[in-house]
């Protein structure tokens, strides 16, 4: 009689184990499968923030372009009028 006890109780022990596995199997497949999401969610926003960044960034550099092709527009323009003794404004409509 005490074996049979002794084994219904192992027994017992042995499904209450192989519950808790299962139980903790899905709670650390929950607990990935949300983490995968947070690392999905985390990698789209940098991947914006960076998209961002790189937009203003060759808008900066388009501007400093604009602005440096400008400025040499109008040396050009004083070195001709030096050169060919005429004002400014005559050189730049040449």
Known sequence: ????????????????????????????GAAVEGAANDVEANAEEVGQTVETGLNDAGAAVS?????????TDEA???IEADVQDESVAEASRD
């Open 76 to 78: 050009g323009d004083r």
């Open 1 to 28: 009689m005490r074996k049979i006890i002794l084994a219904a109780a192992i027994a017992g022990s042995a499904l209450s184990l192989a519950a808790c596995s299962e139980s903790t199997e899905d709670a650390a």
């Open 63 to 71: 501007g400093a372009v604009d602005s440096a092709g400008r400025a």
